[in-house]
């Protein structure tokens, strides 16, 4: 079964950095579209990264511009998070945008159905 698996996420204090992983399960993310997007219950979700499959270039939304960076190794693609603030407490996904492209993907906000996501990893950031 073609899965996306995203690892990384935990309890880290304001101020402090992660760096979420996601993979793929029975497939390569080489040379795919991957995004990244986060969802808090019961808010609507958002999309915060991409990098595209061609030549790697990353896009982000504007509130996490300058504190995250999108990055890909081989079959791995890497969400670093630094300069951490309570509000960016969320699920995170890994995605696969099927139909936009990342400047799109990101624009339209909270992908679209047509995007593979995986199951989500939790950061939780708290004193």
């Known amino acids: 079964q073609v899965q996306l698996v995203e690892s990384g996420g935990g309890l880290v204090q304001p101020g402090g950095s992660l760096r979420l992983s996601c993979t793929g399960s029975g497939f390569t993310l080489d040379n795919l579209r991957i995004g990244w997007a986060r969802q808090v219950p019961g808010k609507e979700r958002e999309t915060i990264s991409c990098i595209s499959g061609s030549d790697s270039s990353a896009y982000y939304s504007d509130s996490v511009k300058g504190r995250f960076t999108i990055s890909r190794a081989k079959d791995t693609v890497f969400l670093q998070m630094n300069s951490l603030k309570p509000e960016d407490t969320a699920v995170y996904h890994c995605?696969?945008?099927?139909?936009?492209?990342?400047?799109?993907?990101?624009?339209?906000?909270?992908?679209?159905?047509?995007?593979?996501w995986g199951q989500g990893t939790q950061v939780t950031v708290s004193s």
């Open positions: 995605a696969i945008p099927y139909r936009l492209q990342c400047g799109d993907w990101i624009r339209n906000g909270t992908g679209t159905r047509y995007d593979i």
